[in-house]
């Protein structure tokens, strides 16, 4: 993932599910995937083409199969999806954004406090 890349809910699950734990191959995914989400084994594997060919998996030849594993953090994925809502959604506006969440599902005072102290640490590391 050189640049931004756009994660489909779907590949999210993929995403995911070897973030928790890899490598895996195609057969370790079906069997860990297939029952919860009733995908069949043609359906991942063209989502596993397809987080491929955007940057998002490597693989390495291990034994009969391939061998699968994020090429990013889950962390630089979420930023990079998040930025992305972001910009498409609140016009690149945080504050936007957090009035959104406060006024539609309002704040629990574990969320304020979360908050809080992500706000006091953005400011420390400003100074």
């Known amino acids: 993932m ?8 779907g590949e999210w699950r993929i995403m995911e599910r070897l973030w928790e734990k890899n490598p895996q191959t195609l057969t370790e995914l079906v069997r860990d995937l297939g029952p919860e989400t009733g995908w069949s084994k043609s359906t991942i594997v063209t989502m ?3 987080l491929e060919a955007k940057g998002a998996l490597t693989y390495a030849e291990g034994g009969r ?8 953090p889950r962390e630089r ?3 990079e999806e998040t930025e992305s809502l972001l910009r498409r959604v ?3 506006s945080v504050g936007m954004m957090v009035n959104t969440l406060a006024d539609g ?3 629990t005072e574990e969320d304020i406090k ?3 102290a992500v706000l006091e640490k953005a400011r420390g590391e400003r100074r």
């Open 48 to 50: 596993v083409g397809r």
């Open 105 to 107: 599902r309002g704040l």
């Open 2 to 9: 050189g640049g931004a890349v756009s994660l489909s809910v």
């Open 90 to 92: 609140y016009r690149g």
């Open 65 to 72: 199969a391939r061998q699968y594993a994020p090429a990013v």
């Open 77 to 79: 994925a979420a930023l």
């Open 114 to 116: 979360e908050l809080s």
